[in-house]
């Protein structure tokens, strides 16, 4: 086996001081007893060894000093290349790192804090990363503060959420927090803050998702035996019709309502259906332009001349997969909730266009598959929705419009565009206006 080589006697920063120890004394008894051996054999005059002797005591004096020196620098040389190792290790981390006192003021941080925070590393010396993190979470965050700093060498983690600075908009880190107060290399509190954003979205909208699903799974169910009775009841109603036709009394206008009631019924089935995804739907390849602007004629009869209309479509065509009528109803819809937000008038508009989305982009948004998408992009500045109501606005049943709204409009235009293989999302700001941006695969034959 072959013997390490020299310098890594000095890689261990415990071991390299006794390493130190031994090796100088080895050389300095081999040069003691060999030269002393070799003298006596070689000089023969007691003078003449005593002046020998005195040249060998400055001789070892210079070497002495050569070795140490040479010992030295080759471990000051190893100390160095452990924190060239540590500090590269740092600054190419994703995590940021901070080195702070027991006030939370930051004595140490990484490069990766123009990435985590938008901020550069040389700005946040000095400053307290308690003022970051946001109010909701700060009592939480001193409580796990105080637990940490008050004993040494203890550990503690811990989720908040603190601004970035350059576009004020709040990130949620991952924190892992250990007390080195008591270590005089660290002296303070090492905090590693990684950026968990992205992932805590990513598994609200894959918990929406399956919050969805479960509500088309019930909704289907419901649906299901809600049909099974109506078609007991229209049935009987339209027998009993024709029956007293020809009786001595006409109860047939009673029966007329219940049979609108119950076809009224029928209808709230089938939309239900079509947000569970279970009803059917024929597909054909469509350019989706002439859908969108015979939508849109159809919408100047139904918003009033308060709201102004426009339409932008002046896009190459773009060919789609899709059963028109169900893409009108969905618009339609979106129509019919941007009239109802802009009750004094406004601005509507709706946009065609293409767009290339990416496995990265398909992945953040949470959408489909890489590929060609045509974008219908519905825009108004009506009332806008607060945040609290963003993640219940696609559910069945669920409505801003207070008895006035069935809470179904923006379920099935849901239901439709998921049933299209498509994505449909939502921003919304109150006083603002609501967006809805639909994206439907492009027509793979029209390539």
Same mark, same amino acid.
């Given at each position: 086996?072959?013997?390490?080589?020299?310098?890594?006697?000095?890689?261990?920063?415990? /071991? *390299? @001081? #006794?390493?130190?120890?031994?090796?100088?004394?080895?050389? $300095?008894?081999? !040069?003691?007893? +060999? =030269?002393?051996? &070799?003298?006596?054999?070689?000089? /023969? *005059? @007691? #003078?003449?060894?005593?002046?020998?002797?005195?040249?060998? $005591?400055?001789? !070892?004096?210079? +070497? =002495?000093?050569? &070795?140490?020196?040479?010992?030295? /620098?080759?471990?000051?040389?190893?100390?160095?290349?452990?924190?060239?190792?540590?500090?590269?290790?740092?600054?190419?981390?994703?995590? &940021?790192?901070?080195?702070?006192?027991?006030?939370?003021?930051?004595?140490?941080?990484?490069?990766?804090?123009?990435?985590?925070?938008?901020?550069?590393?040389?700005?946040?010396?000095?400053?307290?990363?308690?003022?970051?993190?946001?109010?909701?979470?700060?009592?939480?965050?001193?409580?796990?503060?105080?637990?940490?700093?008050?004993?040494?060498?203890?550990?503690?983690?811990?989720?908040?959420?603190?601004?970035?600075?350059?576009?004020?908009?709040?990130?949620?880190?991952?924190?892992?927090?250990?007390?080195?107060?008591?270590?005089?290399?660290?002296?303070?509190?090492?905090?590693?803050?990684?950026?968990?954003?992205?992932?805590?979205?990513?598994?609200?909208?894959?918990?929406?998702?399956?919050?969805?699903?479960?509500?088309?799974?019930?909704?289907?169910?419901?649906?299901?035996?809600?049909?099974?009775?109506?078609?007991?009841?229209?049935?009987?109603?339209?027998?009993?019709?024709?029956?007293?036709?020809?009786?001595?009394?006409?109860?047939?206008?009673?029966?007329?309502?219940?049979?609108?009631?119950?076809?009224?019924?029928?209808?709230?089935?089938?939309?239900?259906?079509?947000?569970?995804?279970?009803?059917?739907?024929?597909?054909?390849?469509?350019?989706?332009?002439?859908?969108?602007?015979?939508?849109?004629?159809?919408?100047?009869?139904?918003?009033?001349?308060?709201?102004?209309?426009?339409?932008?479509?002046?896009?190459?065509?773009?060919?789609?997969?899709?059963?028109?009528?169900?893409?009108?109803?969905?618009?339609?819809?979106?129509?019919?909730?941007?009239?109802?937000?802009?009750?004094?008038?406004?601005?509507?508009?709706?946009?065609?266009?293409?767009?290339?989305?990416?496995?990265?982009?398909?992945?953040?948004?949470?959408?489909?598959?890489?590929?060609?998408?045509?974008?219908?992009?519905?825009?108004?500045?009506?009332?806008?929705?607060?945040?609290?109501?963003?993640?219940?606005?696609?559910?069945?049943?669920?409505?801003?419009?207070?008895?006035?709204?069935?809470?179904?409009?923006?379920?099935?235009?849901?239901?439709?565009?998921?049933?299209?293989?498509?994505?449909?999302?939502?921003?919304?700001?109150?006083?603002?206006?609501?967006?809805?941006?639909?994206?439907?695969?492009?027509?793979?034959?029209?390539?």
């Amino acid at each position: 086996m072959a013997l390490p080589r020299f310098r890594q006697w000095f890689d261990d920063p415990q /071991a *390299s @001081p #006794r390493r130190i120890a031994l090796f100088y004394l080895a050389v $300095g008894a081999a !040069w003691i007893v +060999l =030269s002393d051996r &070799l003298l006596a054999l070689v000089v /023969a *005059s @007691p #003078r003449v060894l005593t002046d020998v002797q005195t040249v060998k $005591g400055w001789l !070892w004096v210079g +070497l =002495s000093a050569l &070795l140490i020196y040479a010992l030295v /620098a080759e471990s000051l040389a190893a100390l160095r290349r452990r924190e060239g190792w540590f500090r590269a290790l740092i600054e190419q981390a994703q995590d &940021l790192v901070l080195v702070v006192d027991s006030m939370t003021a930051v004595r140490y941080a990484s490069p990766s804090a123009r990435d985590v925070l938008g901020r550069d590393a040389a700005t946040l010396i000095g400053t307290r990363c308690v003022d970051w993190v946001h109010p909701d979470d700060q009592p939480a965050f001193g409580q796990a503060w105080e637990q940490l700093r008050a004993t040494p060498g203890a550990q503690a983690q811990f989720e908040l959420r603190c601004r970035q600075a350059h576009d004020a908009a709040w990130r949620v880190l991952e924190i892992a927090a250990r007390n080195l107060s008591t270590d005089p290399a660290v002296g303070g509190i090492v905090v590693d803050a990684r950026d968990i954003t992205e992932r805590r979205r990513l598994e609200h909208h894959l918990s929406r998702v399956e919050h969805l699903e479960a509500l088309g799974q019930l909704s289907a169910g419901v649906a299901h035996d809600f049909n099974n009775v109506l078609s007991v009841v229209l049935a009987n109603a339209d027998l009993a019709r024709s029956e007293s036709s020809s009786g001595p009394t006409r109860p047939s206008g009673l029966l007329d309502d219940v049979i609108a009631a119950a076809r009224g019924g029928a209808q709230m089935v089938t939309k239900l259906l079509g947000f569970s995804r279970q009803a059917a739907i024929v597909r054909a390849p469509h350019e989706l332009g002439p859908i969108v602007e015979e939508t849109v004629g159809l919408a100047r009869r139904l918003i009033p001349e308060t709201i102004e209309l426009q339409l932008d479509a002046d896009t190459p065509p773009a060919w789609v997969s899709v059963d028109a009528t169900a893409i009108q109803q969905m618009l339609l819809n979106l129509v019919t909730n941007a009239r109802d937000a802009m009750p004094g008038g406004g601005r509507f508009a709706v946009e065609l266009d293409g767009v290339s989305l990416d496995e990265t982009t398909c992945e953040v948004q949470g959408g489909g598959g890489a590929g060609a998408y045509a974008r219908v992009t519905v825009m108004d500045t009506g009332k806008g929705n607060p945040p609290e109501f963003l993640p219940h606005i696609f559910d069945p049943f669920f409505s801003t419009k207070g008895e006035g709204g069935t809470g179904l409009g923006l379920s099935v235009s849901y239901g439709i565009i998921k049933n299209h293989r498509g994505e449909i999302r939502l921003e919304s700001k109150v006083g603002v206006g609501t967006t809805f941006t639909i994206e439907l695969p492009l027509w793979k034959g029209a390539e």
